[in-house]
């Protein structure tokens, strides 16, 4: 399996610079996910690795080896589309060795190269049936199962599981981080626009936005200690709640007015003297909110709308100014009668991000 660094890494069509300054060094066994809204160039990115498109600026190597100008067949690349792209008269057996039968290996060879992915897979059972006789999951798996066969040095997954239903879609999601477990080894680099198979699939993710990279970290990284605002809205579902701030107190912990709520609230984002008035916005997660009565609260408002989810119940805050996102608390168990009530809500100091001017103050 490869390492892969890009430096500088850059496209552009004519005038449009849709990515620019991409710097990423991703290593042996890593399976990373680039993550970013629509539009972010997340997959042009992929498709850069993969030789698909033209490299305008930088340079990309894949284990010690500049490959810019290496054709896609021999940068020992494997992808996975988002469409199965199978060959619909073959059956699971004859695409998944087409091409190594192109490549000139032994019937051997091909043989042992399928039957070890279609163990891996759980394809066995299937090996001669045709494309139409199997259901979505089992076609992605068909198409995994085509790269596996090729040992490449590195796979690339173009958001494969966007095309399922949302049951299929866990239950792929699943059989992805069991197949990286019987291939530790392997390096994989995997996009998606659903954060929720970013966090619970990558070793590190790529957050990608503005043509840039955002920010780089594990899952955990990103959702705890956020760079900047975008990440702190991007990561998490619902998004991270910003509210307007100003610094009373400074130290270890910081004190924050809150205007919007009259509150204020404790940080444990340390702050020096000089920070003293500064503006803020504070973020909370709508999981770290807490309903309070007590005199240091973060915001108070009226509910306007409760979602009833059964574990959770999500409250929506009215409004203060049009302009405003609405304020969000996911509250844990069934909270009843509560539309229409007023709520003091705070969070603990461990859970209160700091950020100013969109840049969080842990990273000055």
Known sequence: MADLKL??????????????????????????????????????????????????????????????????????????????????????????SFA??????????????????????????YLDRLPKALSGGQRQRVAIGRSIVRDPKVYLFDEPLSNLDAALRVATRIEIAQLKEQMPDSTMIYVTHDQVEAMTLASRIV????????????????????????????IGSPQMNLLGGRIVGTGQQTRVELPEGQGTILSNYPTKESDMGL???????????????????????????????????????????PEHEPV?????????????????????????HLFNNGQSLLYR
């Open 328 to 352: 969000i608390a996911k509250l844990p168990g069934i909270h009843t009668d509560v539309r229409g009530k007023r709520m003091r809500m705070t969070a603990e100091a461990e859970k209160v």
């Open 100 to 125: 190594l039968k192109i490549a000139g290996k032994s019937k051997s060879e091909i043989e042992a190269a399928v039957n070890r992915a279609a163990k891996i897979l759980q394809l066995e059972p």
């Open 7 to 96: 430096t500088d890494v850059a496209k552009s069509y004519g005038p449009v610079d849709v990515l620019k300054h991409i710097d990423l060094e991703i290593e042996k066994g890593e399976l990373i996910v680039f993550v970013g809204p629509s539009g972010c160039g997340k997959s042009t990115l992929l498709r850069m690795i993969a030789g698909l498109e033209k490299i305008t600026g930088g340079e990309l190597q894949i284990d010690g080896q500049v490959v810019n100008n290496v054709p896609p067949a021999q940068r020992g690349i494997a992808m996975v589309f988002q469409s199965y792209a199978l060959y619909p008269h073959m059956t699971v057996r004859e695409n998944m």
């Open 207 to 234: 957050v990608l936005a503005g043509g840039g990279i955002a920010q780089v970290g594990t899952p955990l990284e990103l959702y705890e200690r956020p760079e900047n605002t975008f990440v702190a809205q991007f």
């Open 279 to 321: 503006e803020v916005e504070v973020g909370i997660r709508p999981e770290d909110m807490i309903a309070t009565d007590g005199p240091d609260y973060a915001y108070e408002g009226e509910v306007e709308i409760k979602e009833a989810l059964g574990e959770v119940t999500l409250l929506y805050f009215k409004k203060q100014k």
